[in-house]
């Protein structure tokens, strides 16, 4: 089942803070985050893993709440260059060699001056 | 170090025709991954291969085949091409099989247009 990304789109002033939520109804083992910029490939950002730490990518941390089965990414002051969709792919847990993520339906962020 | 590097990079068919599309992965890799990504379905998984064998595959009809040589260079076929098949076709490649922790990267993809 795929995964469910909140707010769908965010428009930022460069500098200010946003927060991405990436929710699943199964239980997960990790969570990967990408940005996409239009026409170019989803950019790997970070992954966590369940009982691992945040973690964090320049300015751009993530959480994952495993009783919520939840990430959230945090973009703090932001910059132009963060424009882009955000995606989360879950892998749910037992899965195996079988494992694959599930891609969430992406957020848009706009950063502008 | 290169990245996954996708062949062709755009290309336009007519429906009922087939096509294919190359993928290959950062060297060392041996897991490759297929996505379907359209605005209305985003990223749709298609299907796995690891050591030349499919691992996973996705909710896609028969149509949607793919295949990994032995040096993890991999191919999908669509065949019978449909309208609704227009969409950005992604390979992704990773040093193990599954997701299991590992960190996926994406190729540019290729762009198909059915008309």
């Known amino acids: 089942q795929q995964p469910v990304q909140s707010p769908q789109a965010v428009i ?22 990408y940005r996409q910029k239009h026409g170019e490939a989803p950019v790997f950002l970070m992954i966590l893993l369940k009982g691992g730490e945040q973690m964090r990518h320049e300015k751009i941390s993530a959480s994952f709440n495993e ?7 945090y973009l703090t002051a932001s910059q132009l260059s963060y424009s882009g969709t955000y ?22 962020l706009q950063v502008t001056l | ?15 009922g025709q087939q096509v294919t599309l190359s993928c290959s992965p950062i060297s060392g890799h041996r897991s490759v991954s297929w996505y379907q990504q ?22 896609f009809p028969g ?34 099989s599954g997701a299991g922790g590992n960190t996926i990267y994406f190729g540019e993809g290729s762009w198909l247009t059915v008309v």
């Open chain 1, 12 to 33: 930022l002033r460069e500098g200010e803070d946003a927060v991405i939520n990436c929710s699943s109804s199964k239980a997960l083992y990790s969570v990967h985050w």
């Open chain 2, 1 to 15: 170090k290169a990245g996954v590097t996708q062949t062709p990079r755009y290309l336009i068919k007519t429906r």
């Open chain 2, 63 to 96: 149509r949607f085949s793919g295949r990994q040589f032995s040096n993890s260079r991999s191919e999908m076929n669509v065949s019978t091409l449909e309208l609704g098949d227009s969409a950005l076709y992604l390979c992704a490649s990773s040093l193990g």
């Open chain 1, 67 to 73: 009783k919520k089965q939840q990430s959230s990414l």
């Open chain 2, 38 to 59: 359209t605005p209305g379905q985003g990223l749709q998984f298609l299907f796995e291969y690891f050591s030349e064998t499919q691992r996973n595959k996705g909710n």
């Open chain 1, 87 to 108: 995606f989360c792919g879950t892998e749910v847990t037992g899965a195996g060699t079988a494992s694959k993520l599930t891609f969430g339906t992406g957020t848009r």
